[in-house]
């Protein structure tokens, strides 16, 4: 007898990470012994620095093994605190909340809306937020860029209604690695605050910036009365299996996300804080990283200036590039015909919204043979397939 399940709403609301399922099926060919070049991951190909690992496994063995305090450790969010403040803003262990930083796009929704509610989101966006907007019943609401991917301002306002409760974006952006200049970036935080709306900064990618200048969120809202800031460790020091990360917000509404935290996941993994409490003095790493990621980034972006029928902008932070094509296939059918005929896995564009139609999302968190082998096959397809 088959078993029937019945699910909620949510649940069925909800569509699964097209990144985190593409990469499972290339695995599955990969065991099948079929050779995959994966330019889905979404994680530096690096180990955690050592020195991390043995500060934590150290402090594991001397016994951090237990619950930590809900909102982090005491240590731990002092320091996120001054990395923040950088010597020029006043933000307390109260601004802080330690969680993953996935997590953290989570808690902010389920603390500022309500089922009904909306929050604005910029395309293309990094794919995770409209889904966890819909796991809460609150409806996400995308606004188209400019072509350059650039905000358009007067479009984001034009979207606000008086159900509207936050916007959120990244930056710099997954899937395209623009870095959003001072100007819109201001401009961004200006009508947020005249609006009364949050503004939900994901700076997950801050230490991966080659050109271009991050924008300072507390310049214009230094006690982040409509702010929320979130960051982590994940791909600035190779920690995305440590789940550790972290949000600054106001001292009120810290307070009242870690109740929500509380009756979830209870902390953030205390092993994992304790790396991120080493990680926080490494500032050679990120350095050492941003370095040979902005090396992969240059020769991407020449090898794939050669092949017909792509156009793309060159990133300016994060991992990755954003092509757009001109062949007469969709970006779904484009990423699997690549996966299955070259061996390939890349990301179809349409799952960063609708914009990203006609592009897909290309990694090189992979080495540089991995990269010329893959670019080269990618060069293989489109010269095979011939314009619209």
Request: aromatic share 8%.
């Amino acid at each position: 007898m088959q078993l029937i399940i019945v699910l909620s709403r949510r649940v069925q609301s909800v569509s699964e990470s097209a990144t985190v399922s593409s990469s499972t099926r290339a695995a599955a060919m990969r065991e099948s012994g079929k050779t995959i070049i994966n330019f889905g991951v979404g994680e530096p190909d690096f180990t955690t620095p050592i020195e991390e690992i043995e500060f934590a496994f150290e402090k594991a063995k001397s016994g951090s093994t237990h619950y930590t305090p809900s909102a982090g450790y005491k240590e731990l969010r002092e320091g996120i605190a001054a990395k923040v403040n950088a010597g020029k803003h006043n933000l307390k262990m109260g601004n802080v909340l330690v969680t993953s930083t996935k997590f953290a796009i989570n808690l902010s929704v389920m603390a500022l809306a309500d089922e009904g509610d909306e929050i604005i989101i910029p395309e293309p966006y990094f794919l995770s937020y409209p889904e966890i907007c819909k796991i809460y019943g609150v409806k996400p609401v995308s606004v188209l860029s400019k072509d350059d991917f650039s905000l358009d301002i007067e479009g984001i306002e034009s979207a606000i209604t008086p159900k509207t409760r936050a916007i959120i974006i990244s930056n710099p952006s997954n899937p395209t690695g623009k870095v959003y200049s001072i100007n819109e970036m201001k401009a961004l935080q200006k009508l947020c605050l005249e609006r009364d709306i949050y503004f939900i900064c994901d700076q997950i990618y801050e230490e991966l910036v080659y050109e271009g200048q991050m924008f300072d969120i507390m310049d214009m809202d230094k006690d982040l009365s409509r702010t929320i800031l979130i960051s982590g460790f994940s791909k600035s020091y190779a920690m995305t299996g440590w789940r550790v990360g972290y949000m600054a917000a106001s001292t009120e509404l810290i307070a009242a996300i870690n109740k929500l935290q509380q009756q979830t996941v209870t902390c953030a993994p205390s092993i994992s804080q304790m790396a991120a409490i080493y990680a926080l003095n490494d500032l050679k790493s990120p350095r050492e990283m941003r370095e040979v990621f902005r090396k992969r980034r240059d020769l991407v972006v020449s090898l794939m200036k050669e092949i017909p029928n792509i156009h793309l902008f060159v990133p300016q932070g994060a991992f990755y590039v954003f092509p757009a094509y001109d062949l007469n296939i969709s970006s779904i059918s484009l990423s699997n015909e690549m996966l299955e005929n070259k061996g390939v896995l890349i990301t179809p564009g349409s799952v960063f919204g609708d914009q990203g139609e006609k592009h897909f999302r290309l990694s090189y968190a992979l080495s540089d043979e991995s990269i010329k082998k893959g670019i080269e096959l990618i060069g293989k397809f489109f010269s095979e397939q011939g314009k619209i």
